[in-house]
T-cell receptor
């Protein structure tokens, strides 16, 4: 059974702080890793993808991948109240295209 | 990214009836995917819809309950049949674009069964 695990939260951080979101996955053959943001009442929106070990930065977002530890994280620098949302980690295990395994999401709350 | 439009955006349906959700993409795609997100749960893939062939269903999902059409390369429908309260979910159409099998989602269809 392929699984993606996330801490459900809620994770509360003050405005301007760094928010750290973590995700672990169960299968070593995983190839592609994604972070989606989902605002309440909205569909998931892709914010980051990462395919190789190390860090990938895009604006205030940094994704970190460690395949040996089967661990992927998302850092949000200078957190803003508008970052308050549920963050979904998704893993493609290289099977049928489009078959992402999603974690249950971490709810982030950024307090002004 | 992709522009993916879904209809209806929300609906309240009586148990025992059916609801058909439409998905329109802004450009041709080989495969379209239907996901479900039950309240408080993660997203689960229902099926993959290829144009010109029958949809491929994931474990736990059957064609009788979730018939899918894919008449052309930009459009698909998902029907949720014989509705029960357990079918109350968000249903999401998605397509794959770019490297790494990146999935982009439509706006979603919020279904409440009463």
């Amino acid at each position: 059974q392929k699984e993606v695990e996330q801490n459900s939260g809620p994770l509360s951080v003050p405005e301007g702080a760094i928010a750290s979101l973590n995700c672990t996955y169960s299968d070593r053959v995983s190839q592609s890793f994604f972070w989606y943001r989902q605002y309440s009442g909205k569909s998931p929106e892709l914010i980051m993808s990462i395919y190789s070990n190390g860090d990938k930065e895009d604006g205030r977002f940094t994704a970190q991948l460690n395949k040996a530890s089967q661990y992927v994280s998302l850092l949000i620098r200078d957190s803003q109240p508008s970052d308050s949302a549920t963050y979904l980690c998704a893993v493609n295990y290289g099977g049928s295209q489009g078959n992402l395994i999603f974690g249950k999401g971490t709810k982030l709350s950024v307090k002004p | 990214s992709a522009v993916i439009s879904q209809k209806p955006s929300r609906d309240i349906c009586q148990r025992g009836t059916s609801l058909t959700i439409q998905c329109q993409v802004d450009s041709q795609v080989t495969m379209m995917f239907w996901y479900r997100q039950q309240p408080g749960q993660s997203l689960t893939l229902i099926a993959t819809a290829n144009q010109g062939s029958e949809a491929t269903y994931e474990s736990g999902f059957v064609i009788d309950k979730f018939p899918i059409s894919r008449p052309n390369l930009t459009f698909s429908t998902l029907t949720v049949s014989n509705l029960s309260p357990e079918d109350s979910s968000i249903y999401l159409c998605s397509v794959e674009r770019g490297p790494g099998n990146t999935i982009y989602f439509g706006e979603g269809s919020w279904l409440t069964v009463v």
